[in-house]
């Protein structure tokens, strides 16, 4: 079976690519044996280092797996050791290691920072309304 692809398809392919690319993403991961810690290293500069010990699918490899790591092409994995001893997601390591609450926040504000016809519409009928009541002045009664 052979499968034909159009240009089109193509060049919205090769758009999502780069917007994909565009956003930042791991591109090296290390394991540096005197400090005991994996290093990642992502497109923009950043560079995180974690101990393994504190990941479940990490806790038990042996160093010499660990030396061994690779990132995915996508920039979202990790693998480890030739035989692929291990591998994890790496958007679902890094959330293991941020606090839930910082996490929330983070998420809560990307959220709303969204903007959207819908949400513009709305705005503009609240504003018709008044807006946004004021906080009323509380009164100490005696």
Do not use: W
């Not at 950043?46 to 990490?58: G, M, T, V, W, Y």
């Not at 660990?66 to 035989?83: I, K, S, W």
């Not at 998420?107 to 018709?128: D, F, H, Y």
């Amino acid at each position: 079976m052979t499968f034909k692809i159009s240009s089109t398809d193509y060049e919205q392919a090769l758009t999502r690519g780069r917007q994909a690319l565009a956003q930042p993403h791991a591109v090296s991961a290390r394991y540096v044996a005197h400090a005991r810690v994996l290093e990642l290293t992502y497109s923009n500069g950043l560079s995180l280092r974690f101990d393994p010990k504190e990941i479940p699918a990490l806790k038990h490899l042996p160093h010499s797996a660990l030396a061994q790591a690779c990132v995915t092409p996508g920039g979202d994995g990790l693998v480890f050791g030739e035989a692929e001893a291990a591998a994890v997601s790496i958007p679902g390591l890094v959330a293991r290691l941020i606090p839930v609450d910082i996490a929330r926040r983070t998420v809560a504000a990307a959220r709303g920072s969204v903007r959207s016809a819908n949400k513009a519409e709305a705005a503009r009928r609240n504003g018709a309304k008044g807006g946004r009541p004021t906080k009323a002045d509380l009164a100490v009664v005696g």
